[in-house]
């Protein structure tokens, strides 16, 4: 079956517009996170859902950051008046089962979009 | 806070030469951690967790907690070794679930 999905992969924007991400996680996956990877860094948790319930947005750099999953399936994240240093990679994972709970549970991940700010 | 430690971003070995990619965290709680691999222009994928204590594509690595290290390991390189691996470590994030912290990763590119 099909993986976890993006898009668009690639974005430009300028400084000041606002960008909606998107991610189609595999489907009957419970939980959705988003990473934030600036270049030569390793990816850095942003947020996580869990089916449409977001858990936990400890890691979303600035409340120019917002992401929704309304359906508990698609989620989107949107970035308003975007700034230079939000130029990364934005990779989407999902895994099958709950997250708030300790043990195994594979994330997969999209092949993330690159977003650069000019 | 929960930390991951790659010292190496680049490490450069001549194939059939073993490899050691390092790793050292930083967490006060029971650690679960993880090798990603990212070959070029694929998607980052899980290669192994510690808690298996499996070999895959030749690769192993053993948590030790004394050295708070889970080092990541192969006798003999092979040319499709070449890519980006990220050592990451599961913690409780505080907020209701479990996150990943990355490393900052390390490049290996196998010599012919």
């Known amino acids: 079956g099909a993986g976890v999905s993006q898009s668009p992969r690639y974005k430009v924007a300028k400084r000041g517009q606002d960008v909606a991400l998107r991610c189609d996680p595999i489907?009957?996956?419970?939980?959705l996170f988003w990473y934030q990877q600036a270049l030569g860094q390793g990816p850095e948790f942003l947020t996580y859902?869990?089916?449409?319930?977001?858990?936990?947005k400890s890691g979303l750099p600035s409340d120019r950051f917002f992401a929704e999953r309304p359906e508990g399936s698609v989620s989107t994240l949107k970035i308003q008046r975007t700034q230079q240093e939000d130029s990364a990679v934005y990779l989407c994972?999902?895994?099958?089962?709950?997250?708030?709970?300790?043990?195994?549970?594979?994330?997969?991940f999209g092949p993330g979009t690159r977003l650069t700010v000019l | 806070a929960q930390r991951v430690t790659q010292p190496e971003k680049l490490l450069s070995v001549f194939k059939g030469a073993p490899v050691e990619l390092k790793c050292n965290y930083s967490?006060?709680?029971?650690?679960?951690l993880f090798w990603y691999v990212q070959y070029s222009r694929q998607r980052l994928q899980l290669l192994l967790r510690?808690?298996s204590r499996e070999s895959i594509k030749g690769f192993t690595a053993d948590l030790n907690k004394g050295e708070t290290s889970f080092h990541l390991k192969k006798p003999f390189a092979q040319e499709e070794d070449s890519a980006m691996y990220y050592c990451?470590?599961?913690?409780?994030?505080?907020?209701?679930?479990?996150?990943?912290?990355f490393g900052k990763g390390t490049k290996l590119s196998v010599i012919p």
């Open positions: 994972a999902s895994s099958l089962a709950d997250s708030a709970l300790p043990g195994y549970n594979e994330q997969f």
């Open positions: 489907s009957g996956h419970v939980s």
């Open positions: 859902f869990q089916n449409e319930a977001q858990l936990d």
């Open positions: 967490y006060s709680g029971s650690p679960e």
């Open positions: 510690h808690i």
């Open positions: 990451a470590l599961k913690a409780y994030s505080g907020a209701g679930s479990y996150q990943l912290t």
